[in-house]
């Protein structure tokens, strides 16, 4: 039996999360969480309320505010006595053996409730908690202190990888394990060829508005071309301000936070899928964007940054183009030159759908995990049908 241990399970962003619950080991999984909301759609024994936020009743409001909005990053050392007592009541009771923990922070909490019980810990590491969190001294302590003790440390991309290993992370722990997508649920694009599309959410290491200034850079020579936002933030209002100012509004969409079935749709009618990545002014980087590879399965040449774990997915002049980080003319160039060459564009949306076949699918994610996780081998297939995401 294993545990997956997240703060939270239905965080629209965090679909790679749920995927772990449905696909690494199917009944025979148990779940720790701190809010139970989107539990149920699981049918597995749950703890919640784990960790609970700390006090704050007797702290002054200037105080209390900020305490309550990074309580994990700040005030705990491990999860409170009590919740260690129920998680380790818990692991007993579900004879749990290994344990997959969403995050450092959340991982550098638990591996004193794990170590005590006997369970294996693993930690994934996914974006900000592996680039920004480092940056304090405090989390660079306690990080080594897990990289010690935990079993293993999974991470989404090389690049990853060895940012950990600058802050102590022993190579041998390392597995790195992109999370994978479901190709019969990203099935090849009509490709429209007017029609460009981003998908993520608006924070300053997505940098929609960056795409949206290579956009107004080609947008007269391609009277017909449309670009589709998917996704929100904060810095919507900054987005929408821009179009506003470049007079796009009649061609640039935006859709606002919507279900992976409307993504689907969207990226069923795409023919370029763009999306300027940068390193945010508090360190912040991606993984590897889950929203790439799912164009790269929707066979949508992707115009992206060399930023991060996406060099490791997108081919560079084989399955999309990459530019330099706030290169917003040449990003401009890239959406032009495949939208002069609708052929070029469809052949490098092959390719690109092909590489995910080969390296990016969710049973290669399963299967990685798997062996990382030292669990014995599956061989039956994984059950799409049955299984609905949020």
């Excluded at 080594?144 to 079993?151: E, I, V």
């Excluded at 040449?301 to 040449?330: F, K, M, Q, Y």
């Excluded at 299967?367 to 799409?384: G, I, K, Q, S, Y």
């Amino acid at each position: 039996m294993i545990a997956i241990i997240s703060q939270f399970l239905n965080t629209p962003s965090e679909t790679f999360i749920r995927d772990h619950v449905r696909y690494l080991a199917p009944g025979m999984t148990v779940l720790i969480c701190q809010k139970p909301d989107g539990a149920d759609q699981f049918n597995y024994p749950v703890l919640s309320g784990v960790p609970q936020p700390p006090r704050l009743a007797r702290l002054p409001g200037r105080i209390a505010i900020p305490v309550r909005q990074f309580w994990l990053a700040y005030v705990r050392e491990g999860i409170c006595k009590s919740d260690e007592d129920r998680v380790v009541e818990f692991f007993k009771a579900h004879k749990v053996e290994a344990a997959l923990v969403e995050y450092l922070t959340m991982s550098a909490l638990f591996a004193p409730a794990c170590r005590r019980a006997g369970v294996r810990l693993y930690a994934h590491a996914h974006g900000a908690d592996s680039t920004v969190m480092p940056r304090k001294q405090l989390w660079r302590r306690r990080y080594r202190r897990l990289f010690a003790s935990a079993d293993g440390i999974v991470t989404p991309s090389r690049f990853i990888a060895d940012r950990l290993i600058e802050i102590g992370c022993p190579s041998e722990k390392l597995h790195v394990s992109p999370c994978g997508v479901l190709p019969e649920r990203f099935t090849p694009s009509k490709r429209e060829s007017s029609r460009l599309l981003f998908v993520g959410r608006f924070v300053e290491k997505k940098s929609p508005h960056l795409a949206i200034e290579a956009f107004a850079r080609i947008a007269s020579r391609f009277p017909d071309t449309r670009l589709d936002f998917v996704g929100d933030g904060p810095l919507m209002a900054r987005s929408k301000a821009l179009v506003d100012q470049e007079n796009l509004s009649d061609r640039v969409i935006f859709h606002g936070s919507r279900s992976t079935e409307f993504v689907q749709g969207m990226m069923q009618n795409a023919a370029i899928f763009v999306q300027h990545s940068v390193t945010a002014r508090n360190g912040d980087m991606e993984g590897l964007p889950v929203s790439v590879l799912e164009a790269m399965a929707s066979a949508l040449p992707v115009v992206a940054t060399r930023h991060s774990g996406i060099p490791e997915a997108v081919v560079d002049g084989e399955t999309g183009i990459l530019v330099n980080e706030h290169d917003i003319e040449g990003m401009a160039e890239a959406l032009a030159s495949l939208l002069a060459e609708p052929r070029r564009a469809a052949e490098m949306g092959n390719a690109g759908r092909q590489r995910v076949l080969d390296h990016f699918t969710q049973r290669h994610t399963r299967d990685r995990l798997r062996h990382a996780m030292v669990l014995p081998a599956m061989t039956e297939p994984l059950d799409f049908a049955g299984s609905q995401v949020q």
